[in-house]
């Protein structure tokens, strides 16, 4: 069957792998329809050192498809289900696990497409416990979506930064993957949004999605525009993952006792910030990584209930390298999605 290896860095190859065996006892076989690219697959890509990989390495952390088979002992799923996956091979037995806190599981044993095999292959073999089915009405497209980009979000904005209606926001790069869903999640909940773009071309498109104000960081500094759109006073919470570039100025733009979150470190991942303004505006700064199986099931409901999400490009499998280009490139606004 075909899989996206990466067999070197920086060098993904379409291969032909076996096919896997029948599912076993509490498994699912999955027929997978379509990956959804991420920066950790550009990270897997470029080679981050902190990840220990074995190459060959099947690719793709985020997707969508159809139950193939069914092992002994699974019960609530049948051939033809639609489905999106967990990410991460979680033990489901510690005390995180049993707590619904999937991503701080004691005892994962990777993530997909990263440090193990991912889902850019046709047919995979899942624990059933990790396997999440998509309900009637959301398209296997948007679907695809859920298990990082929504829910990471989902989990950045509502169990972290407990961000609330009536609060005001600034989503970093309102044009990436999940600065689209940032926009989107905020506003539906009646917040104010501020956000950046890096392209003239893109403020429309980001106050089409519904941001109040949108600030285009290479001709404004966007320090001085939220300042002045906040009456100096700041914003309530900063959605942060570009990093170096934007980490003190996010600081800089955060009312007392604001809230910043994180997840993501695009421009780079080491800077400096004064302590002395942390705590004196007794900031709250979370890191986040990942989600929740609750994240992900939320995050459906919400694409059920309309709130979808922003498709930038969809490639088939044999043209994988104009979609990671694509995604590395200043021109893109919203998802690229990986059809199979
Ligand atoms: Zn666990």
Not at 182 to 211: F, Y
Not at 235 to 243: I, M, Q, W
Request: net charge positive.
């Amino acid at each position: 069957m075909r899989a996206l290896t990466l067999v070197a860095d920086r060098k993904i190859e379409l291969a032909d792998i076996p096919l896997p065996p029948p599912p076993a006892a509490g498994e699912v076989q999955i027929r997978v329809k379509a990956v959804g690219l991420n920066h950790l697959d550009l990270w897997g890509f470029r080679g981050m050192a902190f990840a220990k990989r074995k190459l060959p390495l099947v690719v793709g952390a985020e997707a969508a498809g159809e139950i193939a088979a069914v092992g002994q002992g699974v019960g609530g799923f049948k051939v033809g289900d639609r489905v999106v996956m967990y990410g991460a091979l979680t033990c489901g037995t510690c005390r995180a696990c049993r707590e619904g806190r999937d991503n701080l599981c004691e005892n994962v044993r990777g993530i997909l497409g990263f440090h193990v095999d991912g889902f850019a292959r046709e047919l995979i073999n899942m624990e059933a416990r990790l396997v999440i089915p998509v309900p009637d009405g959301v398209t296997l497209r948007d679907a695809t979506c859920a298990p990082i980009a929504f829910s990471t979000v989902e989990h950045m904005l509502f169990d972290n930064a407990k961000l609330e209606a009536g609060e005001t926001i600034l989503v970093h790069a309102g044009g990436s993957g999940i600065g689209t869903v940032a926009i989107k999640m905020a506003k539906q909940i009646g917040c104010t949004v501020i956000t950046t773009v890096g392209d003239d071309a893109k403020v429309e498109k980001a106050k089409a999605l519904g941001a109040d104000h949108v600030i285009n960081y290479r001709t404004d500094r966007f320090e001085t525009i939220v300042r002045k759109l906040t009456a100096k006073k700041g914003v309530d919470v900063v959605f942060e993952h570009t990093g170096k570039d934007t980490f003190p100025g996010s600081l800089l733009v955060l009312k007392r006792g604001g809230r910043l979150v994180t997840c993501g470190a695009t421009s780079g991942a080491t800077v400096d910030f004064n302590l002395m303004q942390l705590f004196q505006q007794q900031y709250k700064i979370f890191g986040s990584f990942g989600a929740s199986m609750r994240n992900i099931r939320d995050s459906l409901a919400k694409m059920a209930g309309g709130l979808t999400p922003v498709i930038d490009t969809e490639v088939p499998l044999a043209e994988i390298e104009r979609g990671l280009a694509r995604l590395e490139s200043r021109q893109v606004f919203g998802k690229i999605i990986v059809n199979f």
